[in-house]
């Protein structure tokens, strides 16, 4: 299971350099930690297994609480277009959907990874 995590993190990684450097604009270096450290992360489990774990669980509970505020500003996003819309404006109302579906893939990937690892470190194969 460590191999599938580690190439998870490598390929969430890779996937999202992309979309940290067209959406962020000026912003890209500071949102590009994180798949970085995405991709920094599977080689590091890749390679040692379960001296990661530590890590591992740090950074996806951290990825927890941004998913969370991915969700949060989408939600904030489609609402004020909705408020946009009803005043004659709304024609970015839909850009509340990026921010949530990210935030919601992400945080799905982050739950179903510390679950993962907690599996993999119960049983001793780490």
Do not use: K
Not at 67 to 90: K, M, N, P, T, W
């Amino acid at each position: 299971m460590l191999r599938a995590l580690a190439v998870g993190h490598i390929a969430i990684g890779l996937l999202l350099l992309p979309v940290a450097l067209v959406s962020a604009g000026i912003l890209a270096p500071i949102l590009l930690v994180g798949p970085i450290w995405g991709i920094v992360l599977g080689v590091r489990l890749w390679r040692s297994g379960a001296e990661v774990f530590a890590a591992l669980r740090r950074t996806h509970w951290t990825f927890l609480l941004i998913d969370g505020l991915l969700v949060a500003y989408g939600i904030f996003a489609l609402r004020a277009a909705e408020r946009s819309a009803a005043q004659g404006g709304g024609l970015l109302g839909g850009f509340g959907l990026l921010p949530l579906g990210l935030g919601i893939v992400m945080a799905c990937f982050s739950g179903v990874t510390l679950v993962m690892a907690r599996a993999d470190q119960n049983t001793g194969r780490g």
